[in-house]
């Protein structure tokens, strides 16, 4: 069939958990399909542009930038229209002509909206079916966030988008053809928004164990984080971790460190970095190698998210323990003490982290049935089988 991907990142190079999920559908999808990449971009990627041309039959980009003035402009529109924030601010005119353009040149069977951002540009190819992914429940995921922030007017827009959020993500379950949904959780989440039963087909986010290799640690002593550091909910659960864990940690181990790694961390949280906590925040780091190498475990110590954390999926590809809070690893099928040590409190994250930093056998155990649930479980070529049942049913009315 002819597939229209939309999608809010480009998918290449899979250096973030948004990229890593689209990129390994997109490789499943051009294995049974035709599929026409339409993508935002940041900045210059026409680098990485042929990468994807290799598996579609088409690859087309629509630079987009964002900033404090523009964002005060969308929240403007938001104020005066009553839609959601972050989708008026990702409602661009070029991709609009540029998927009208698409749809008028060339008939697409299907129109695959990745992320709630991009149903407003699927909702174009009036005779397509229409499949909405959602990678997580993004109303949920603001809630969550809106719930530990302070009173202020920040807390109070953000209360204001979620429920906006509730409306529009229900409004599209109902509207699609097809929803998938990436964990039972998040599938009764849409179901709450859209006010009725939504039958989401549960497809889990996947990883490619050969692309995913084991990481050989030698002599692993640090404590490590990796993600996107401008993502709001990995903001909120470092800087927990630091003020309220990582003080537990050094009064035990005092020399050991903790590595924050991952593209455009806040000045809050870069001023935390030096020798004398212990703690070295890097940025982006394009080759993250070194940093696993010598990682004795991953920590995910996340309070606000929705959908699945494909770091953890990584990590367990990696062969890297886990400490995380039981938000954190929610919608993955581990069990705690076999697979991952969880802690939900400071006193038990930090005891967690402790363990696997004095036992060895212990995150020799985690690491090896981590890489087993990734092979077994959450590799592509198995996870993503279920994506040709619901491209049965377009055949079917297409």
């Known amino acids: 069939m002819n597939v229209l991907l939309l999608t809010q990142v480009l998918p290449y190079p899979p250096d973030s958990g948004p990229k890593v999920k689209t990129w390994n559908v997109l490789k499943y999808l051009a294995q049974h399909h035709e599929v026409t990449l339409v993508s935002f971009v940041r900045g210059d990627q026409s680098a990485d542009v042929p990468h994807?041309?290799?598996?579609?039959?088409?690859?087309?980009?629509?630079?987009?930038?964002?900033?404090?003035?523009?964002?005060?402009?969308?929240?403007?529109?938001?104020?005066?229209t009553g839609q959601p924030f972050l989708m008026v601010r990702d409602d661009r005119a070029a991709m609009r002509e540029l998927v009208d353009w698409l749809a008028a040149e060339q008939r697409f069977d299907v129109a695959h909206a990745d992320q709630l951002n991009m149903a407003q540009y699927a909702t174009r190819v009036s005779e397509a079916f229409k499949v909405f992914d959602a990678h997580n429940t993004l109303w949920l995921l603001y809630k969550r966030l809106w719930q530990t922030m302070k009173p202020g007017l920040r807390k109070l827009l953000l209360g204001r988008d979620w429920r906006l959020l509730k409306e529009y993500e229900g409004r599209v379950c109902r509207q699609f053809d097809a929803v998938l949904a990436v964990s039972e959780e998040d599938k009764a989440a849409l179901s709450e928004a859209a006010g009725c039963p939504v039958d989401a087909k549960v497809i889990p986010i996947a990883v490619d164990t050969e692309e995913v290799a084991l990481i050989e640690r030698p002599d692993p002593t640090h404590v490590l984080h990796i993600g996107t550091m401008y993502w709001p909910p990995n903001i909120d659960g470092v800087l927990w971790f630091i003020h309220e864990v990582w003080p537990l940690i050094r009064e035990r181990k005092p020399g050991v460190q903790f590595d924050v790694v991952g593209s455009r961390p806040p000045r809050e949280i870069i001023a935390l970095g030096g020798d004398e906590r212990g703690i070295n925040v890097t940025g982006y780091v394009p080759v993250p190698t070194p940093y696993l190498q010598r990682a004795a475990l991953m920590v995910v110590p996340l309070r606000a998210g929705g959908g699945m954390r494909v770091k953890i999926l990584n990590a367990m590809?990696?062969?890297?323990?886990?400490?995380?809070?039981?938000?954190?690893?929610?919608?993955?099928?581990?069990?705690?003490?076999?697979d991952i040590l969880v802690g939900d409190t400071p006193e038990e994250f930090a005891a967690a982290v402790l363990h696997l930093l004095e036992d060895a056998n212990l995150a020799a155990c985690l690491a090896a049935n981590g890489r087993r649930l990734a092979e077994e479980t959450y590799d592509y070529r198995r996870a993503c089988t279920p994506l040709s049942e619901v491209y049965a049913q377009a055949e079917v009315i297409t």
Request: positive net charge; charged residues 15%.
């Open 52 to 80: 994807l041309q290799r598996c579609c039959r088409a690859v087309h980009t629509v630079p987009m930038t964002r900033g404090a003035a523009g964002d005060a402009w969308y929240m403007t529109r938001s104020l005066l």
């Open 317 to 338: 590809a990696q062969g890297l323990p886990i400490v995380s809070t039981t938000l954190g690893y929610e919608g993955i099928a581990v069990t705690p003490g076999e």
